[in-house]
T-cell receptor, first 116, second 112 residues
Framework: GAVVSQHPSRVICKSGTSVKIECRSL??????MFWYRQFPKQSLMLMATSNEGSKATYEQGVEKDKFLINHASLTLSTLTVTSAHPEDSSFYICSAAAGQRQETQYFGPGTRLLVL | GNSVTQMEGPVTLSEEAFLTINCTYTATGYPSLFWYVQYPGEGLQLLLK?????DKGSNKGFEATYRKETTSFHLEKGSVQVSDSAVYFC???????????FGKGTKLSVKP
């Protein structure tokens, strides 16, 4: 099946710094990429939807200036957590879709962010 | 809004035991329903799906039936294996954007 990678898999940073997480579709072109966030023992919560070449659509309650999303190509989307704080510590998961059907959505392995 | 509730884990079973992971949903209309599995260190993978009432999704010995009357989509397997140890997520489609709405996940551990 299609492969989606995320980098880094784990990151620890100091409060106030910015962290960039990359999501790549390795063997297909992703017209849409989704960014999810998962707290311990909680559901994956959709943060934003990004389409290549256009601005991301953020879910209610997600600060677009804090969580910058760039979908510069059909194989790469980046999520930058700006001025990270301890409450931003979480598991961030991306998925990539080649079409509109949900079952064509492929997930990355996730990035564990710890802000000290 | 749409939501998914699945049973709390972790679930620990012996090999060849019967598995049920409960999932119920709240939704307007009749969304497609999914089960995803996440093996250690890997991304979520689609396990099975059902797109309309009374549909049964099945894959790798797992089954789930879309029950409109009980708004449920319980996951079952007759005889689990150690290799089935993973986290299982129930999900439904979130609408026109194509995103998914997930349950909290249920961790399954199968002991030999």
């Amino acid at each position: 099946g299609a492969v989606v990678s995320q980098h880094p898999s784990r990151v620890i940073c100091k409060s106030g710094t910015s962290v960039k997480i990359e999501c790549r579709s390795l063997d297909f072109q992703a017209t849409t990429m989704f960014w999810y966030r998962q707290f311990p023992k909680q559901s994956l919560m959709l943060m934003a939807t990004s389409n290549e070449g256009s601005k991301a659509t953020y879910e209610q309650g997600v600060e677009k200036d804090k969580f910058l999303i760039n979908h510069a190509s059909l194989t790469l989307s980046t999520l930058t957590v700006t001025s990270a704080h301890p409450e931003d510590s979480s598991f961030y998961i991306c998925s990539a879709a080649a079409g509109q059907r949900q079952e064509t959505q492929y997930f990355g392995p996730g990035t564990r962010l710890l802000v000290l | 809004g749409n939501s998914v509730t699945q049973m709390e884990g972790p679930v620990t079973l012996s090999e060849e035991a019967f598995l049920t992971i409960n999932c119920t949903y709240t939704a307007t209309g009749y969304p497609s329903l999914f089960w995803y599995v996440q093996y250690p260190g890997e991304g979520l993978q689609l396990l099975l799906k059902a797109t309309k009432a009374d549909d049964k999704g099945s894959n790798k010995g797992f089954e789930a039936t879309y029950r409109k009357e009980t708004t449920s989509f319980h996951l079952e397997k007759g005889s689990v294996q150690v290799s089935d140890s993973a986290v299982y997520f129930c999900a439904l489609d979130g609408g026109s954007q194509g995103n998914l709405i997930f349950g909290k996940g249920t961790k399954l551990s199968v002991k030999p």
